[in-house]
């Protein structure tokens, strides 16, 4: 609880204790006017002032004004008839104790975005000739060596050159597993450091790092507004100007024809209290806000609530296989040698050096299993042949590394193999020495993940992916998706996702790594970027970022979206039909000011509690 927080809370307690004790007073006249007015004033002065405020700026039609005009006029009404002035104050009263719970509400809400502030970096520390300096992260520029210590926050993205340690990523991906970096380890701002001392060459300015990146689309996200967000302010921009005409009809025509201008001016009183479209204009909204700040706290960054309302209406998901099912990074499965000079080690041995001076993703794969480069051979006459292979001498032996095609042209008998995957064939001196399987491995909670968006209510779940038919229908298999699409170019994915959009039912969500599937992304209802961490590329190109490699976060944010638009629709249709319900009763004289109350702040506390359900994110 803020200390403004704190101090209305105070002085509705104060109004109310006084209101109470005022009941156990007997006086009448100016003196009991003067008394009423004191609670009034302390609770109501600020809606006072909004309304004059309102109406000196020629906005007047706002909650603030029907408030003002139904109390003054319940007072007016006191003084004529010598009444009861605590209707008037209840009425202020109960409106300011909503507005109390609106407040804490949204304090509960912003306190998950405030969290994920905490990784903007106050400063940046450079090492200078008296030691280590701390400057605005703002005047670092690209190439600069900048220090982290322990317990401080990585300011700017960079590579480590010194140092190993351990970093907390959780306020990035809502993840409290703890990531090891060392010399050369890529690492990105908004990250603790928290055990060694750590020297990061910088890469980025701090405007385009990775926490000003995701900040920038934080702060960003509650100016994009949802339909129903929409449809609320149009509705209220009507509706309360309409109330208002009303309520003065039914106070002057009924008068006129029937006489009895008393009972009129207090129908006429209780149809505004009534009508107050406080419950739809808080509830809604917070609703929302409340929504993209409990994702937020789990690592999924929704950029506004429009895309929220989209995502809750998604039916089919259309999913990228590299980076998004799998891990992305190729790794050796097996070696098989056909040769019987060759045996596995030798083979990776020449297969791996051979693949040194490739900049291929297959490359790093084969150096990762054989990485001792200072051995007692001699590598000369490196020679890429693009869509074919590699090729170099190895201690005066010709060795060539690529696929089937490659084999052909040098003349070796290749040989195919069981296993499903990348295979690369090795030949020495133009005879076939054997192969090594490359594979990209399924992500351990990819399966899960399939799972879990069919139990969320997801439709439709296709796979694109560049990759052969056999390993596309093998992946497929094993996560147990039945529509998948191979061999495609990346204009071929657009063509499919096309195809997929023209004849899905509902909204279509595309997941990918939103660096090579940009297009298609865009192409898409919702674009959610998968493992997005230090991605520029997804972050720009994506409605919904996923800040980590887990898939299992897809149907998180499907399900958070479901359960806000959920609370969002009970929230107008509760609303509206309470607040008509009053009204017509209101009017017919049926309904007095305590039910008008009620249909009032009644409904805007309940709404408001509703909303506060958002905060607990389904299981």
Known sequence: MNAKQRRNLIRILIAAVLLIGLNFVEISGVGKFLLYLVPYLIVGYDILLKAFHGIKNFRAFDESLLMTIATVGAFAL???????????IAVMLFYQIGEWFQSYAIGRSRKNISELMDIRPDYANVETDDGLEQVDPDDVEVGTLIIVQPGEKIPIDGIVEEGNSTLNTVALTGESLPREVSIGAE???????????????????????????????????????????????????????AVVICAGALAIIPSIIFGDWETWIYRALIFLVISCPCALVISIPLSFFAGIGGASREGILIKGSNFLETLSKVKTVVMDKTGTLTRGSFEVD?????????DEEKLLHLAAHVERYSTHPIANSLRKVYPNERDDCTVEEVEEIAGRGIRAKINGQVVSVGNEKFMDEVGAKWKSCYKVGTIIHVAVNGDYAGHVVISDAIKPY??????????????NIFMLTGDTEKIASKVAGELDIKNYRSELLPADKVTEFEKILATSNGKVAFVGDGINDAPVLSRADVGIAMGALGSDAAIEAADVVLMDDDPRKISRAIKISRKCLGIVKQNIFFAIGVKFLCLILGAMGLANMWAAIFADVGVMILAVLNAIRVLVLPK
Not at 78 to 88: L, P
């Open 187 to 241: 690492v990105i701002s908004g990250c603790i450091n928290l055990n060694g001392v750590l020297k990061i060459r910088t890469t980025k300015e701090f405007g385009e790092s990775t926490a000003s990146k995701i900040l920038e689309l934080v702060e960003d996200a509650s100016s994009r507004k949802s339909k129903s967000e929409d449809f609320i302010a149009k509705f209220a921009r009507i509706y309360t100007p």
């Open 78 to 88: 006191a003084i004529y008839e010598d009444g009861d002035y605590t209707e008037a």
């Open 334 to 342: 097996a070696v098989h040698s056909k040769n019987l000079n060759f």
């Open 446 to 459: 990819a399966k899960k993940a399939v799972v879990d968006m069919k139990n969320a209510g997801v439709e």
